[in-house]
């Protein structure tokens, strides 16, 4: 009776098993209609499309035009916390600290004006210097030095807070409802999905090519608790 109980279920275990299966293997209808509406969009070089769906795209003069495809795959989705804030703070230090600096500079220009006059001639036209000019010249190549690394430094933490935030606003635009990401903490999720795409070149020949796109999705919350679900959108093509 038992060894019957058991053998009775199995079908459905098996038919169960081999639905989850099946279903992990295609992917969901969410990816399969964002995936279509960006290779549509790319084909048709639909940018208005493209630039609420994606911050990529798929060019068909460099990567050709897919004309049909299958999900194979959807890996499980990773998180990682978003730094808009503290990206954010460290490129306003950055400027605080380049507009001391700069302040600092001019001060400095201002007092030795006449000699840093001379220094600059004197190279200009390659000739030495003595006594207190070839002093403001070795402060007033720190000077120039000190600059290139202080703008360098601003660059690169406006560019470091400017990227944390480029996905976040795609993903939660609202026209209807403008989101500032930078308001927001919260995460920033991704997720793989592997097809099998036939793909048309430039030249009219077509092959079947396996594919990795990544989507990824912003989850913000406020410090009140306030909370923006984006949508998913596609951040690579490989």
Same mark, same amino acid.
């Given at each position: 009776?038992?060894?019957?109980?058991?053998?009775?279920?199995?079908? #459905?275990?098996?038919?169960?098993?081999?639905?989850?299966?099946?279903?992990?293997?295609?992917?969901?209808?969410? *990816?399969?209609?964002?995936?279509?509406?960006?290779?549509?969009?790319?084909?048709?070089?639909?940018? !208005?499309?493209?630039?609420?769906?994606?911050?990529?795209?798929?060019?068909?003069?460099? *990567?050709?035009?897919?004309?049909?495809?299958?999900?194979?795959?959807?890996?499980?989705?990773?998180?990682?916390?978003?730094?808009?804030?503290?990206?954010?703070?460290?490129?306003?230090?950055? /400027? /605080?600290?380049?507009?001391?600096?700069?302040?600092?500079?001019?001060?400095?220009?201002? /007092?030795?004006?006449?000699?840093?006059?001379?220094?600059? &001639?004197?190279?200009? *036209?390659?000739?030495?210097?003595?006594?207190?000019?070839?002093? #403001?010249?070795?402060?007033?190549?720190?000077?120039?030095?000190?600059?290139?690394?202080?703008? &360098? &430094? !601003?660059? *690169?933490?406006? &560019?470091?807070?400017?990227?944390?935030?480029?996905?976040?606003? +795609?993903?939660?635009?609202?026209?209807?409802?403008?989101?500032? !990401?930078?308001?927001?903490?919260?995460? +920033?999720?991704?997720?793989?999905?592997?097809?099998?795409?036939?793909?048309?070149?430039?030249?009219?020949?077509?092959?079947?090519?396996?594919?990795?796109?990544?989507?990824?999705?912003?989850? +913000?919350?406020?410090?009140?608790?306030?909370?923006?679900?984006?949508?998913? !959108?596609?951040?690579?093509?490989?």
């Amino acid at each position: 009776m038992h060894r019957r109980n058991i053998l009775s279920w199995l079908p #459905v275990v098996v038919v169960l098993t081999a639905a989850v299966l099946a279903s992990a293997c295609s992917g969901g209808a969410e *990816e399969q209609q964002l995936l279509k509406k960006f290779f549509d969009a790319s084909r048709m070089r639909d940018n !208005v499309t493209l630039n609420n769906i994606a911050a990529v795209a798929f060019r068909p003069q460099e *990567e050709g035009t897919v004309q049909s495809f299958s999900i194979v795959s959807v890996a499980p989705e990773t998180r990682r916390t978003l730094r808009i804030k503290e990206l954010n703070a460290a490129f306003d230090a950055a /400027k /605080k600290e380049d507009d001391e600096f700069t302040k600092s500079k001019k001060d400095y220009q201002d /007092k030795n004006i006449d000699a840093i006059d001379r220094v600059l &001639k004197a190279e200009r *036209e390659n000739k030495p210097l003595r006594g207190n000019d070839l002093e #403001v010249q070795k402060q007033w190549t720190t000077w120039r030095e000190d600059t290139q690394h202080m703008s &360098k &430094k !601003v660059s *690169e933490a406006r &560019k470091a807070a400017a990227d944390e935030q480029t996905i976040p606003a +795609l993903s939660v635009y609202d026209a209807r409802q403008p989101v500032n !990401v930078s308001d927001y903490d919260g995460e +920033l999720a991704s997720k793989d999905v592997t097809i099998t795409a036939k793909v048309r070149s430039a030249d009219g020949q077509a092959a079947d090519k396996q594919l990795v796109v990544t989507l990824q999705r912003a989850e +913000l919350k406020t410090a009140a608790g306030e909370a923006r679900i984006g949508r998913w !959108v596609i951040t690579a093509v490989k």
